[in-house]
């Protein structure tokens, strides 16, 4: 059992940045970052693959955040840059344990989840 523990998030005025962290216990696949708003259901927001040769962005986030990944820390990271109000949401960590890059928007598709770390960005 993988355990994912995010961290980073916080208050951000808009057009600012936020750089979240997700460490995990031990390696792991591709791994995702997933949010979810007061009264919405949880979305894609990017992946990476294990190598972190590919990466996938939601078109709501494409050229402003981006996704990483320090395997020797088992470790993947999302920058935020260019924030806006409808960024606010609970971020979480998703990691796949078995070895595919296939439906990597997809939360069924994700093995363990962290607990998720919070992101508000003021107007």
């Known amino acids: 059992q993988v355990q994912l523990v995010e961290s980073g998030g916080g208050l951000v005025q808009a057009g600012g940045s936020l750089r979240l962290s997700c460490a995990a216990s031990?390696?792991?696949?591709?791994m995702g970052w997933f949010r979810q708003a007061p009264g919405k259901e949880r979305e894609f927001v990017a992946a990476?693959?294990?190598?972190?040769?590919?990466?996938y962005y939601a078109d709501s986030v494409k050229g402003r955040f981006t996704i990483s990944r320090d395997n020797a820390e088992n470790t993947v990271y999302l920058q935020m840059n260019s924030l806006r109000p409808e960024d606010t949401a609970v971020y979480y960590c998703?990691?796949?344990?078995?070895?595919?890059?296939?439906?990597?928007?997809?939360?069924?598709?994700?093995?363990?989840w962290g607990q998720g770390t919070q992101v508000t960005v003021s107007s």
């Open positions: 998703a990691a796949r344990q078995y070895a595919s890059n296939e439906k990597l928007s997809e939360l069924p598709h994700y093995d363990y």
């Open positions: 990476i693959t294990l190598s972190g040769g590919s990466t």
């Open positions: 031990g390696p792991t696949y591709a």
